[in-house]
């Protein structure tokens, strides 16, 4: 008979125990930067010996919001989920970075609220780019494809985004580098004792 020995968890990968969670949302336009600001914090954290995971809006709807549409209540469904993972991650130790459109208030507030209720730090940052510079920068072509007749129900353009008027901190990144983007949401992360 043999025994199976039970694996123990690597000290390097498990959250110590003052380690707070937290989860950060970004919400802007489609190009306004969001991807961009995630992906620069996460670095920045992870340097920092941070637990840190990214739910990027395009790779969740990818997995696992696969089959969703576009509709307001796709759209909302999709918010809830990355917001329901978000939270978990957070109540585990992890940073939880979501850069996602989440263009209606409403869902939004649902989602912070739904972190409220569990207790786990959220940080709403507002990427406010312009559509006229999201649309230069068009980093998926969705703004031409529009403008082409291609596409319909593009977010800020044919379709309503509800500028938040709740977030912690605003991001006006065509007029700031990338750094400075960054370097604001770890600033706001410090002061509140989660970096």
Not at 11 to 16: S, Y
Request: hydrophobic share 40%; with cysteine; glycine share 8%.
């Amino acid at each position: 008979m043999t025994t199976a020995t039970i694996p123990r968890a690597d000290p390097t990968t498990v959250a110590a125990p003052t380690e707070r969670g937290a989860t950060v949302w970004m919400t802007g336009l489609p190009s306004a930067g969001k991807s961009s600001v995630a992906e620069g914090l996460a670095d920045r954290l992870r340097a920092d010996g941070h637990r840190v995971e990214v739910l990027d809006g395009n790779v969740v709807r990818e997995f696992l919001s696969r089959g969703l549409g576009f509709s307001r209540t796709d759209r909302d469904a999709n918010i809830l989920r990355i917001g329901f993972v978000a939270d978990l991650l957070a109540r585990n130790g992890v940073k939880a970075i979501c850069a996602s459109i989440a263009p209606y208030d409403e869902i939004r507030r649902q989602v912070r609220a739904m972190h409220d209720t569990s207790g786990t730090a959220f940080l709403q940052v507002y990427v406010a780019t312009p559509v006229d510079v999201c649309s230069e920068r068009d980093v998926r072509g969705l703004y031409a494809a529009q403008r082409a007749g291609e596409l319909t129900g593009l977010t800020g353009v044919d379709d309503p985004y509800e500028v938040p008027a709740d977030s912690e901190v605003v991001l006006p990144t065509e007029a700031q580098t990338l750094a400075e983007s960054v370097a604001a949401v770890h600033a706001a992360l410090v002061e509140r004792g989660l970096a």
